[in-house]
């Protein structure tokens, strides 16, 4: 007896695409947040050179700093779709 052909196997399903970005809105408040955090992260580098800056502000400012980019990393998935698994 010849073998049986082999039935074709369906392919799998792929999983839909996210979203990248809602919607236009959402990307200028995103743009506006990043000029904003821009200005303040650049007034407070110079406010760390500036010669009347004393050494426990210029930490402060430091600190200040770090926060800012901080925020500039969160600012920047505004909008974008979660990661599966990510709480």
Do not use: C, Y
Request: hydrophobic share 55%; net charge positive.
């Amino acid at each position: 007896m010849p073998p049986m052909p082999r039935r074709a196997e369906a392919p799998e399903p792929t999983p839909p695409t996210p979203p990248r970005v809602h919607s236009r809105p959402m990307r200028l408040v995103r743009l506006a947040l990043q000029v904003v955090l821009f200005f303040l992260l650049l007034g407070t580098v110079v406010a760390i050179g500036a010669a009347d800056t004393g050494p426990l502000e210029k930490l402060v400012l430091a600190v200040a700093v770090a926060g800012l980019v901080w925020l500039a990393a969160l600012v920047r998935r505004i909008g974008a779709p979660r990661r599966p698994g990510a709480a």
